[in-house]
């Protein structure tokens, strides 16, 4: 048998084993088990904050077990492919996919094993607003934007334009979408901050090198069935004429509407859809999560973080660097993390980066 298929298994195995010594399976078969039949009480809903915990935890359970049995039938269909190999050459094809699947599963499962939050299993809603850089700033909300979306999409999760209106020079003025899938929260968390590029500016004759900074905002949707109480009062609702993608219907109509909440100064707008109702109907959704995440913040302090128009975005607050001049690099400085491969970055390769922030345990 070649030593490099020997060297392979070997290393499956040791990790195999290491998530095996870690993993409590049984343990979580039986608090499913309890969860589910404390959902099967007639008055499982007569709280409603406590039956979304409930019912989040059920999810994240039986992702959890499903996870780890995959990872158990296919290591076993690799053990057996690997001691194969030494009667017969024609299983090397199969051992060499097998290592390949196991070796996904188990990147999977690392990252599965840290998504047990409050909101991890929650979708979310993603802010993204220019900071210190001018002109340059509008055009890396784009780019951060279109980065975001392909991580998603890669994730087969459902993206939503919620408001991307263009900026006059370049790029967007700001932007905000929705993403809908399991543990969408519990990804895209690891992108809540502000994210430094430095590049050679595509707008300055002199093609000078120029910093520049946005910030992204993540906040988890909080379902319909919790409570929050919300006076009217307290609300400023706005229509107007939508902007950017969207169609004719869509542009031609006073469609679009911005909330805001008066007390707090949180401003939510959507203008995805033809239709006012809708709109309006999103863009309290994405408030009332706002203010839910606010709440439970229990900080009023804590409303930078949520809002990016009152974020410091500038220099010293960031995430993430990406350098495109005078050397490519993006790195990220919570974790040590790092890659030259700026280009697979900002195309939405991030899933380096969202595994090591979850397993350092920054959240």
């Not at 030593?3 to 070997?10: C, G, R």
């Not at 991307?164 to 790029?171: E, F, L, N, T």
């Not at 839910?292 to 974020?311: H, I, P, T, V």
Request: charged content about 25%; some cysteine.
């Amino acid at each position: 048998m070649k030593k490099e298929y020997f060297d392979k298994f070997e290393k499956l195995k040791n990790r195999y084993e290491e998530i095996g010594k870690s993993n409590q399976l049984s343990l979580n078969q039986a608090e499913l088990k309890n969860l589910e039949e404390q959902s099967y009480s007639p008055n499982f809903w007569s709280d409603n904050a406590k039956a979304q915990a409930v019912t989040s935890k059920i999810s994240y359970l039986k992702n959890y077990i499903r996870s780890f049995e995959e990872i158990q039938a296919a290591f076993a269909n690799l053990k057996a492919a690997y001691e194969f190999l030494d009667e017969d050459a024609s299983f090397e094809n199969d051992f060499e996919t097998l290592c390949i699947k196991c070796d996904e599963l188990i990147e999977d499962f690392s990252v599965f094993a840290y998504l047990s939050g409050e909101f991890d299993n929650c979708d979310c809603v993603i802010s993204i607003n220019p900071g210190a850089g001018g002109n340059e700033a509008n055009d890396w909300v784009e780019m951060l934007l279109k980065m975001l979306i392909n991580y998603a999409k890669s994730k087969d999760f459902k993206v939503t334009i919620n408001n991307a209106p263009a900026a006059q020079v370049i790029g967007l003025e700001h932007a905000t979408f929705t993403v809908e899938g399991p543990f969408a929260y519990g990804l895209f968390k690891s992108e809540d901050g502000v994210h430094r590029l430095v590049r050679i500016s595509p707008t300055d004759e002199k093609k000078r090198r120029h910093t520049t900074f946005a910030a992204v905002n993540v906040v988890p949707i909080i379902k319909d069935d919790v409570e929050l109480d919300i006076d009217q009062k307290d609300l400023k609702i706005d229509v107007f004429r939508s902007s950017g993608p969207g169609g004719q219907g869509v542009n031609t109509t006073d469609s679009a509407v911005r909330i805001t909440h008066i007390p707090t100064g949180i401003v939510s707008t959507c203008q995805d859809s033809r239709s006012q109702i809708q709109n309006r109907q999103h863009a309290m959704e994405i408030l009332k999560s706002r203010l839910y995440n606010l709440m439970k913040r229990n900080q009023a302090q804590k409303l930078s973080d949520l809002m990016g128009e009152k974020l410091n975005i500038e220099w010293g607050s960031q995430i993430r660097n990406y350098v495109l001049y005078p050397y490519t690099l993006v790195k990220d400085p919570r974790t040590g993390i790092e890659t030259s491969n700026v280009d697979a970055v900002l195309a939405g390769q991030i899933d380096e980066f969202v595994r090591a922030f979850l397993i350092s345990g920054e959240q």
